[in-house]
């Protein structure tokens, strides 16, 4: 029984490596095909676009107000935001490269093609710092945050120490905590169900992944996993540019602020 047991699973392992598979190379992608698959990489960008701009405009303002006197922010937990920001994008973007496109079919005959290399692992290893990140950054926004609450009279000064110590460290942990994945090889494997025949993704070499999922789990949980990354990335950023006064209709004069996000504690409106 063990016997055939290994043999059953040394056989959905090759099933799931697609390289000089005849069936995909000669696989036929198009964009016709409503798949949710396609659905989900052309829906992306209508919102995923104007999210973009708008942490972009934050950025902008971070940098004006950096250089005017007459504004006062809380630069540490701005900073943090933002950061936090651009890592949840970086995440999105790694996932667009290892999952959403290569699961619409678009690649699927180019890596049936390829065999497995170091390559194919880069956008797998770039995918998990980016998660690592976009789970760290949020730890360093809600720490200043405490530090602004319960030290209100030197919460710059320790701020910025606490900011000196974090980043760095914050970009050296994922480093760490993906250096297993050096010597691994990539592939490009079949996603399992609900996703159609020749929708693909890079992984690892299939030992090292198999052993830490359930094939007959991942497909479902990688289908709705797009929405929960996308529905926290868009939600924060409009949710502030919706609802705080500096990005309002009207010209203000802003000083420091104590409100759950943001930088700026109070507004005098002048309009226009």
């Known amino acids: 029984k063990n016997k055939k047991k290994k043999k059953k699973k040394s056989l959905e392992d090759a099933r799931m490596d697609i390289f000089n598979s005849s069936e995909y190379i000669s696989y036929d992608f198009q964009w016709t095909s409503l798949t949710f698959p396609n659905i989900t990489v052309l829906v992306g960008p209508f919102y995923l676009l104007p999210t973009f701009y708008i942490v972009g405009k934050m950025a902008k303002i971070f940098y ?86 319960f030290f209100p009279k030197n919460h710059d000064e320790i701020c910025t120490r606490f900011m000196k110590i974090s980043l760095p460290a914050t970009v050296i942990l994922p480093c760490c905590f993906t250096f297993f ?7 490009c494997t079949q996603l399992t169900a609900p996703y159609p025949t020749g929708a693909v993704m890079f992984t690892l070499d299939l030992k090292v992944v198999l052993s830490l999922r359930n094939p007959s789990l991942i497909g479902y949980i990688l289908s709705i996993r797009p929405i929960a990354i996308d529905t926290a990335t868009v939600f924060e950023p409009w949710a502030f540019y919706l609802t705080h006064p500096m990005f309002g209709k009207y010209k203000r004069k802003t000083t420091v602020s104590s409100s759950p996000i943001a930088m700026v504690v109070s507004s005098s409106i002048i309009s226009r």
Do not use: W
């Open 181 to 187: 994945m050096v010597p691994a090889v990539g592939h």
């Open 64 to 149: 004006e107000t950096g250089r005017m006197s007459s504004i006062s922010i809380q630069k540490h937990l701005f900073l943090a935001f933002l950061l936090m920001q651009i890592a949840n994008f970086s995440y999105i973007l790694t996932d667009f490269l290892v999952l959403r496109i290569p699961a619409t079919g678009i690649l699927t005959s180019i890596c049936a093609q390829t065999e497995p290399n170091q390559l194919l692992k880069i956008p797998y290893l770039v995918a998990f710092i980016s998660s690592y990140l976009s789970m760290l950054f949020p730890v360093i926004f809600c720490a200043n945050r405490a530090i602004i609450v």
